[in-house]
């Protein structure tokens, strides 16, 4: 069970989820949580993991290719009998060094096809079914890492500038013409199996320590799985009326008192203050964390 003081178990009850890239990492937080809630979870990727929640339907499959993202879709629907909530956090990054220069064509292509084109693909797919589902909603995972940064990791970088580009232009499409509500949760640093690696290959690359990325960040510390994925099913509530785009990104939130970390919410969206105010109680379920919720419009 999540830790909360709420009962939980029931908040997602009825509720049906596809999860890609749900075998480790944030992707297996998110759905845990979600099974926690009540949910019943399908998880994609291409092998299974230790973090693989065991209640969870595994169906392996390649999201790099269209017609492995049609089949994966098509088999999440059929066991699942619908669909009411996707979550597109499939994604793969690779440090190139010594710079942008060194990024070849197929890695551009991969890193494409794995981080964009998958979530664009699978999103098509599972719409049909979506736009017949009751308070439907589309989750994008996307990074910090669409800011300026090194050129190592350009490709990876611009892969989620478009994800980022397209998931508002999707809300804006789906919200008044099917209520399909569309959003982003953008983490900063996360421990991470993938994210780990490389963290300390630029940590190598740079002649520090591994624990010197976390000293980078305001926090003092890396995210944690369950921190996204709290963040994350706040937005598959069916009180959030409108279309919102949400960033939770450790880096930019000032340190909190000794000991303690922050956990920043930052709402865009006309009235979704209302909506996620009195939801004040379900955030605070983030143990040992001082919130902030900023609201705009």
């Known amino acids: 069970m999540s830790n909360s003081v709420l009962d939980l178990s029931k908040e997602f009850a009825g509720r049906r989820v596809l999860v890609t890239g749900g075998s480790r990492g944030i992707g297996a937080a998110i759905a845990q949580r979600l099974l926690d809630g009540g949910a019943s979870v399908v998880v994609v990727a291409r092998s299974r993991h230790e973090q693989t929640p065991a209640r969870a339907t595994f169906i392996k499959g390649d999201i790099r290719t269209p017609d492995g993202c049609k089949k994966l879709v098509e088999e999440s629907i059929k066991v699942l009998g619908g669909l009411d909530i996707l979550v597109n956090n499939a994604a793969a990054a690779k440090l190139i060094l010594p710079n942008s220069e060194a990024i070849t064509d197929a890695d551009w292509e991969e890193t494409i096809a794995s981080n964009f084109l998958s979530a664009v693909r699978i999103t098509n797919a599972a719409l049909p079914t979506l736009k017949q589902a009751k308070d439907p909603s589309i989750l994008m995972i996307s990074s910090g890492s669409?800011?300026?940064?090194?050129?190592?990791?350009?490709?990876?970088?611009?892969?989620?500038?478009?994800?980022?580009?397209?998931?508002?232009?999707?809300?804006?499409?789906?919200?008044?013409?099917?209520?399909?509500?569309?959003?982003?949760?953008?983490?900063?640093?996360?421990?991470?199996?993938?994210?780990?690696?490389i963290r300390n290959e630029i940590m190598t690359a740079m002649g520090a320590p591994p624990e010197a990325a976390a000293a980078m960040v305001p926090l003092g510390r890396l995210g944690l799985p369950s921190d996204i994925a709290e963040a994350s099913v706040e937005i598959h509530h069916a009180v959030v009326q409108r279309p919102l785009h949400f960033a939770f990104a450790f880096e930019h939130v000032e340190r909190g008192e000794q000991g303690r970390g922050a956990v920043a919410l930052v709402v865009m969206g006309h009235g979704s203050g209302a909506a996620l105010l009195h939801r004040k109680a379900r955030l605070g379920a983030v143990q040992s964390l001082d919130l902030a919720l900023l609201v705009y419009g």
């Open 146 to 197: 669409d800011l300026p940064g090194n050129g190592p990791l350009v490709h990876y970088g611009a892969s989620k500038a478009a994800l980022n580009y397209y998931t508002k232009a999707l809300a804006k499409e789906l919200g008044a013409a099917n209520k399909i509500r569309v959003n982003t949760v953008t983490p900063g640093g996360v421990e991470t199996p993938g994210g780990d690696i």
